[in-house]
């Protein structure tokens, strides 16, 4: 009823809420984009989209449509490998940053597992800008990570908002007297940059009391009450608090949570993967509700690699 190729059209548009990005991500023009959001929704018989000039908006309609489209695409990818008799098969390096492999996707890769025996999964969990580079030089096929919102690179997974983030009851103050204390992650590193560049833009001084590594040296940091720290809004964990805009520091933009993959890379394993991740990865959860990650989980082989 529901052709695969508009439902995971639909749900690209419905990830990013721009057609330019969905297209772009499948490879397709915007008028065939468009023409797949119409053809579904002519099927479905309702709007699933409220779409002017500056921007895209679900409807109710669509909102549920989303957890549907992924059901849908499960079940297709599921049905064509027992019925094709032949199945994914292959060895897949798949990379993902320490803060994203402590979300949902130790489940996904679970889910990837069972419905594809035949591929061998190696796993590398490390920074983005080290999982960047290994794609790049060929020694990891797809990566898992954070970008600069609307570089442009890779397939876009969902496009969250930075906040600013602290335990709370520490009574954190700052004035012009006391500059911002800061717990951040080595440079090169998106987030940093973004908090940098707003405080400076702002004429907020502010000092790094932290420089770290991995997203659990930043949480250490964050409970001890060193200073404030900065979090996609959807990996934000429950024990920490956004701190509101009455507490005085600049707006952080967005971030993008893309798929980067190595051109070389065998593509039937990738394209499984890449659709498991964009069916499955929304939303993001937080930090900590899929924290006890032991890698007989995955039946993967694991190489936590340090920068």
């Known amino acids: 009823m529901f052709p695969p190729e508009q439902v995971r059209t639909f749900l690209a548009v419905a990830q990013s809420l721009s057609f ?3 297209a772009a991500a499948l490879g397709l023009g915007q008028p065939t984009v468009s023409q797949h959001i119409r053809k579904l929704e002519q099927a479905v018989g309702r709007p699933l989209l409220i779409r002017d000039t500056r921007s895209v908006t679900l409807t109710v309609d669509g909102e549920a449509m989303v957890g549907f489209a992924r059901s849908i695409l499960a079940a ?5 490998d027992y019925f094709s ?24 890769l679970r889910g990837f597992r069972h419905l594809n025996p035949g591929v061998t999964l190696d796993l590398t969990v490390s920074q983005g ?12 096929d797809v990566a898992f990570l954070k970008t600069t919102a609307g570089d442009g690179r890779g397939r876009l997974v969902r496009r969250d908002r930075l906040v600013w983030a602290a335990v709370e009851g520490t009574g954190l103050l ?15 590193s998106p987030s940093r940059a973004l908090a940098v560049q ?8 502010h000092r790094v009391v932290c420089t770290v590594r991995g997203v659990n040296a930043v949480l250490a940091a964050t409970r001890a009450g060193l200073g404030v720290a900065i979090f996609p809004r959807s990996l934000l964990p429950g024990d920490l608090v956004e701190l509101p805009a009455g507490a005085g520091l600049p707006e952080l933009g967005e971030i993008d949570l893309v798929l980067l ?3 070389h890379a065998p593509a039937e394993p990738v394209e499984a993967l890449t659709t498991a991740i964009l069916t499955h990865a929304n939303p993001i959860r937080s930090i900590g509700e899929d924290r006890h990650w032991p890698a007989e989980s995955t039946g993967a ?3 936590a690699t340090r920068p």
Request: proline fraction near 7%; charged fraction near 20%.
């Open 174 to 188: 700052w004035d012009e007297q006391r500059p911002v204390p800061l717990i951040v992650y080595q440079a090169p």
């Open 129 to 140: 800008v080290q999982l960047q580079r290994r794609v790049e030089s060929g020694h990891v």
């Open 198 to 205: 707003a405080l400076e833009q702002a004429g907020i001084r």
């Open 85 to 108: 008799g032949t199945g994914v098969r292959g060895r897949l390096r798949f990379g993902v940053t320490d803060d994203l492999a402590l979300t949902r996707v130790p489940r996904i």
């Open 261 to 263: 993959t190595n051109p």
């Open 20 to 22: 330019t990005q969905a």
């Open 76 to 80: 297709h990818a599921q049905a064509t």
């Open 301 to 303: 082989a694991v190489t």
